[in-house]
């Protein structure tokens, strides 16, 4: 066990040195970065498409969306519009790492992009230790999973910046509490900035979306005279 | 990485022959085992609930429920009645291994339990590499994750021998289509047996419960000399 400890090591110390890279190469660019973390169906391909759908000609979105096995997901963004969507199929490992996204942006072309989602693969557990050079992580968590998941899984909810509840449409057909979720991962990390949303009736993205324009306009030149 | 996956390899070489003692240990005492993996939130502990209430006084159930972190599954299945319910806390590790149950076991009265059921971590990637000494893998998906996810994650239902679809009271409240996930199962596993459930509504639980009865009546030493 103990090899298998020091071989852990070496490659999470490889994969920070190379998130480092790319945190520097995509600051320089004022690119604001997200990674989204989720179980597998929590949502995170259609809060993308959502968003791609209000924000796409507002705003230069770049997406990169990790899977297992298939490019579903990546055709399900372009056909929201998405124009710099590039798939990422890890053919088995459970979790995105520095290296993959390293290969994929240096396929892209990201120049005047302004904000850049990773789709991260559906798994609570590993991608939590994986930095890939994002400013923050952005855990998603359905309501239809139970409201005792940031208790079960720390590391995801200490780990990122955002939590965002979806499907609160189907609030009342399961004992999921929102005030008991809430708590729960206020209890791991308190200073969570959590929104509730549903990506099916709409419900809370206006405030999701403010939030990212916000994040973007605080990284962008104008705003950096002005402040 | 070449250092990486040699170390890979001989985990799973030793967790294959941990895997083995297990599986050679439970048979001779006539034992079924089942590992149930899923996503987060699907609804294993639920059935693990449901199955306690109906079968608990007629065969003798033994559990072991795996998480990341709390012992809240092993507390609920206690209060479903369980009497051998052990928790299997992994502190971090995103999926069980054979030694951890060898670990759990040795600690557990088992010698007259007809039927073993492992509630791994929840996480469809992981738990699929690693063999616990079960009979099957049961794998749950719930009619709120989306009809695409054995395509997504196909070692996971290539190496289940039992599908079961929960959640079956929400269909129409997504997407979801009931015959397109049982065609994308089937085709990365022909040999799939499949149940459709709701674990609240009870719905499709009585044809669950007979299988496991059958499961476990073909296991016991009179089925073995009638047959």
Redesign the interface.
Known sequence: MA??IE?KK??LSENDRLAADIRTSLKEREIVALNFVS???SGKTSLLERTLEALGSELRIAMIAG????E?DADRLVRAGGERVKPLVTG?S?HLDARMITGVLSDMDIEDVELLIIEN??????PSGFDLGEDMKVVLI?T???D??P?????MFRRSSVMVIN?V??LG??DFDVETVRRNALSINPDLKIFEVSC?SGFGLDAWYAWLRELVSERTPAALVES
């Open positions: 090899e298998k071989v070496k490659v179980s597998p169906g899977d297992v096995q298939t579903n088995g459970c693969v559906g798994n609570l557990v590993c359905s239809t999973e139970g005792d998941k208790l079960k899984y720390p590391a499907k449409d189907l057909t399961s099916r």
